[in-house]
């Protein structure tokens, strides 16, 4: 992190157009040069209740949330429940305010809405304490004053970001641009007007703060990209045309998504009554040859744990997600955790034979959906992206050119009628769908209404055409075969020219960072702090999590003397997926975990690598460190 | 030009064409209600000129379940309670294909009844058969949702408390519009209401009555039967809801006083089919979307072109 950062948060209730207005901010300094991350925080609550969205902004590339952040719209809780009286959760409408004093550093500036939260109140908090403490410059201004005057109440967002934009040196011109392009005429114009007497009335303050938004300039247009619509459009462009499921907190993103754009995209979305339904018309559309897609989060990929052993045992195609959420149970509906992995590799009866991605950010969130159905549809098995609520709602900019792609219709494995008539059938004419021999584990499908290609699909284990069997040697004949798959896709894998791991800082270190999915390029930007403060650490982030890519891991592990294993749950489930698929490392290996709803910030990493290599005292926060059990 | 050309395909086919030419051994007791399930459904097909691949047939688990290895069409043999999902869902993918799915009465109206309701409501231009025979056949007979109260049972040793469930009722208030009651004894009847429930445009129950001889030896074999339409003694429009719920009414608890009401019970011949209300709402293409992964010449959508633009 450099001086030359901003991390501006905007704060208030749910309802208050924090989500919009934060959108809007990160888009216009895009558009002036920046390379632009936000965070998002909020809290499963419709109206009211504290959120927050952080704006990562630098001339240099951000892949992270930083370490606290130093500007502050609040605009408190327009939508509190008690605003006179202490409630329950203490004062809710100055909560948008005061929760941010422990994250603001030190020098940083606050603009809060005085038209709001009363001042009264805001003495009860100890800002000036606080601030002398800290030596924050602080800003009250009548935000809803002033929208009131040029505008509308609901307009105290577009005051502050004219505020805002008046003490970082901000061209206004980018923001009335977007204002202009997402609304009619008569509310752009209001908001316009807002948007300017915000910057007017901030320049009435001498301002006492040395903070300016940097300058920068992209070599190649940006695109501003969420990982749930990542993911959504890498479905969309590898052909995916139907989908199934069921709202729930975070997946809805992504479901929302694509329900919104699949009819001009010539496919079907359909909303059902359960997820067991839900992954059911997956694989019934991709049986009748769509490809097709389900997903949820924890508690309804719970549901879907029959179905998806129905598509292993099928071997009928299909790619579901799960957008991970703090469990167990109803759990944290809106925190992001990573503590279902386990449950992903492993639920519903049998063997598993299923393939698992975890992307680290938006351009893996793309490419490895588009993998997902590749690999689903090659080799006639459920593939699974694995990500969490922090990936899926965090944006970043991206050069738009990243996804200038082709779309990739191919539906796998799967015979015309030529090739059906050329193929094995039995004596009453059944094509032998699922043969005891087939290349790579796998025998291309026939699809229902094509002519000569019938068989039976049975979650049974099934004889060559698909009648039931208890013979133990087809039995064997069969798991062998559909489990040889995975061997298969893992060389795939392997041969590719990108892996999908990825590997950061000097080859040579003696140190290691392991990490997975959506903490990865947060441990990367910590892995360069440490080594500018001259620590050697190098970090390897895994995304394939099954098939396991052992020869990587092995490889990671084997070259460094000590290594802590990142992780956003309080089992160390991956570092225990290591100890399983390889035997060997425990003793290297020691674990960094969180599990409070907050996804690390670098600074936690730097502080948490450091006491474990000095095996100093333990970090602060809510942070543990857990050494590996031996082998 | 179609990659799927058994659909509407003009060929004549009959009985056999249904029949495995290499037929596994059936699981079914002998003298159960099931073989007639399987040869209503035979002598259905040809007679509406369908042929075996253009048929989807998804089963359930139990005895029941087993039909899709005994009728020769393509076949999904599902998991308990959730044939309903898959086979309305490859409708959608490609409506040309004649979708039939079937299952037990714990199937449909207990693990199942979920998934039941809302493929009624949603009314898909498909046909359901449920094999109700009173009773958990393949776990060795225990009480299931149409076990008539009192019934015993190993799982419920002093007799249900439970009234059973009305599959009637139930079918017409969730949305089908076209339900109907047929046995296992009759089966000529039953041949006649499989033709007309697979030819109707919507969502087609059949409460199809099979006796189960080994486990519920104590339950009627569904004989002596009327037929409501062929009966003086019942005089209802099957086109009226509050008539049919009537009627239905009355069929659902003459059957456990031992009086075997089959018949039509309710159609509605108007109401659009699901996939007609999705297509009109825009919300899903004339063409079906299976076609089109084999169509050389389809153009695919992009999300540069299309989508990534307003991120910029």
Redesign the interface.
């Known amino acids: 992190m450099t001086d030359r950062t901003l991390m501006w948060r905007i704060s208030g209730g749910s309802g208050d157009g924090i989500d919009s207005t934060s959108q809007n901010f990160a888009k216009a300094l895009m558009r002036s040069g920046l390379n632009v991350f936000t965070h998002r925080h909020y809290p499963s609550r419709i109206r009211g209740g504290h959120t927050y969205v952080e704006v990562r902004a630098a001339d240099e590339p951000v892949r992270s949330r930083g370490d606290g952040f130093n500007f502050l719209l609040a605009l408190g809780d327009s939508f509190a429940r008690n605003p006179d009286d202490e409630a329950y959760y203490g004062k809710e409408e100055l909560k948008p305010l005061y929760e941010h004093f422990d994250d603001l550093n030190e020098g940083g500036v606050i603009v809060y809405d005085e038209g709001l939260l009363d001042e009264a109140d805001v003495t009860e908090t100890d800002l000036q304490a606080e601030a002398d403490e800290n030596g924050w410059h602080v800003y009250p201004m009548d935000l809803r004053g002033i929208a009131r005057e040029h505008g509308r109440e609901v307009m105290r967002n577009t005051a502050g970001v004219g505020a805002t934009a008046a003490m970082l040196d901000i061209d206004t011109g980018y923001f009335e641009e977007l204002i202009r392009d997402a609304m009619s005429e008569e509310v752009a114009e209001a908001n316009v007007e807002t948007l300017d007497a915000g910057y007017e009335a901030a320049q009435e303050f001498e301002f006492t703060h040395d903070l300016r938004v940097p300058e920068g300039s992209h070599d190649t247009e940006q695109a501003l990209m969420g990982g749930s619509a990542a993911i959504a459009y890498g479905a969309l462009d590898a052909g995916c045309r139907f989908i199934s499921g069921y709202p729930m907190t975070p997946w809805t993103d992504a479901f929302t998504i694509m329900s919104q754009n699949l009819p001009q995209f010539g496919g079907i979305s359909e909303q059902v009554e359960d997820e067991i339904a839900a992954a059911s018309l997956a694989i019934g559309a991709s049986h009748a040859g769509v490809k097709a897609m389900s997903g949820s989060s924890g508690g309804g990929f719970a549901l879907m744990s029959e179905p998806l052993g129905l598509a292993e045992m099928t071997e009928t195609p299909v790619v579901l997600l799960e957008a991970m959420r703090a469990g167990p149970s109803t759990g944290m509906p809106t925190k992001p955790e990573q503590a279902d992995l386990e449950h992903v590799l492993y639920t519903s009866q049998g063997d598993s034979c299923r393939v698992v991605f975890a992307p680290a950010n938006v351009r893996e969130a793309y490419e490895q959906t588009r993998k997902a159905f590749e690999l689903a549809y090659d080799y006639h098995l459920p593939a699974i992206v694995l990500y969490d609520q922090k990936l899926g709602g965090e944006m970043r900019s991206v050069p738009a050119e990243f996804f200038d792609r082709e779309p990739d219709p191919d539906p796998g494995a799967v015979l015309t009628e030529d090739e059906i008539a050329e193929a094995a059938h039995d004596n009453s004419g059944k094509y032998k769908r699922y043969a005891f021999e087939g290349e790579n584990g796998v025998n291309p499908r026939s699809i229902p209404g094509q002519e000569g290609g019938r068989f039976l699909a049975t979650g049974n284990e099934s004889q060559e055409v698909g009648h039931i069997t208890e013979d133990p040697n087809h039995r064997t004949m069969q798991m062998n075969r559909r489990l040889e798959k995975l061997d298969h896709i893992r060389e795939e894998l392997d041969d590719r020219e990108r892996s999908h791991q990825t590997y950061h800082g000097p080859a040579d270190a003696e140190h290691g960072i392991l990490v997975w999915g959506s903490q990865q390029d947060t441990v990367f930007e910590a892995v360069d702090r440490l080594n500018a403060r001259g620590t050697e650490v190098k970090a390897l982030g895994v995304s394939d999590l099954m098939p396991f890519p052992e020869l990587e891991v092995t490889a990671f592990l084997d070259s460094v003397e000590e290594c802590l294993v990142v992780e956003m749950n309080a089992s160390a489930q991956f570092r225990g997926l290591v100890q399983k698929e390889l035997g060997r490392f425990g003793p290297r290996m020691t674990s960094l975990l969180k599990y409070d709803g907050e996804s690390f910030e670098p600074g936690e990493i730097v502080e948490g690598f450091e006491s474990s290599i000095e095996r100093s005292q333990p970090p602060a926060g809510n942070m543990r460190i857990v050494p590996a059990s031996g082998d | 030009m179609t ?5 509407h ?1 003009e060929r004549e086919s009959d009985k056999d064409d249904f029949t ?5 051994q059936p699981t079914w007791c002998p003298g159960c209600g099931d073989f007639a399930v399987l040869k209503a459904l035979k002598g259905a097909m040809p007679e509406l000129g369908r042929s ?3 048929v ?1 047939l ?1 089963t359930g ?1 139990g005895c029941s379940g ?1 039909l ?2 005994y009728f ?8 308990h309670g ?1 044939a309903l ?10 409506p ?2 004649e979708v039939v799915a079937a299952g037990g009465d714990g199937d449909g109206y207990g693990i199942g009844g ?2 039941f ?2 493929t009624a409501r949603e009314n898909h231009d498909m046909t359901y058969i449920v094999f109700n025979n009173e009773i958990f056949g393949l776990t060795k007979g225990q009480t299931s949702p149409t076990s008539p109260k009192g019934h015993k049972s190993k799982t419920q040793p002093s007799g249900s408390a439970k009234d059973p469930v009305r599959p009637l009722t139930l079918s017409l208030a969730s949305g089908a519009s076209y339900v109907a009651r047929t046995a296992a004894t009759n089966p000529r009847q039953a041949q006649q209401i499989l033709a007309e429930a697979i030819e109707h445009d919507g969502f087609a129950h059949i409460d199809f009555l099979t006796q189960c001889p080994t486990w519920n030896k104590d339950a009627k074999e569904y004989v002596p039967y009327t037929d409501v339409q062929q009966s003086d003694e019942f005089e209802f429009d099957v086109e009226d809801r509050r008539e049919a719920a009537d009627m239905m009414y009355e069929a659902e608890t003459k059957l456990y006083e031992g009086e075997v009401l089959t018949g039509r019970f309710y159609v509605d011949s108007d109401r659009p089919s699901y996939g007609e209300e ?1 297509r009109a709402t ?4 004339e063409e079906p ?2 076609e ?3 169509a050389e010449d ?1 153009e ?5 072109d ?3 633009e307003r ?2």
């Open positions: 990659a799927f050309s058994a659909i395909d495995p030419g290499v037929e596994p075996p691949e253009e989807l998804v688990i087993k899709s290895s020769e069409s393509y076949g999904y043999h599902a998991i959730r999902p898959v086979a309305r869902a490859s409708k959608l993918a490609n040309g294909l979920n998934h309701m809302h999705k825009g919300e899903m293409p979307v299976a089109r992964y084999f389809a695919w959508e992009r999300t540069a299309q989508l990534v991120h910029k």
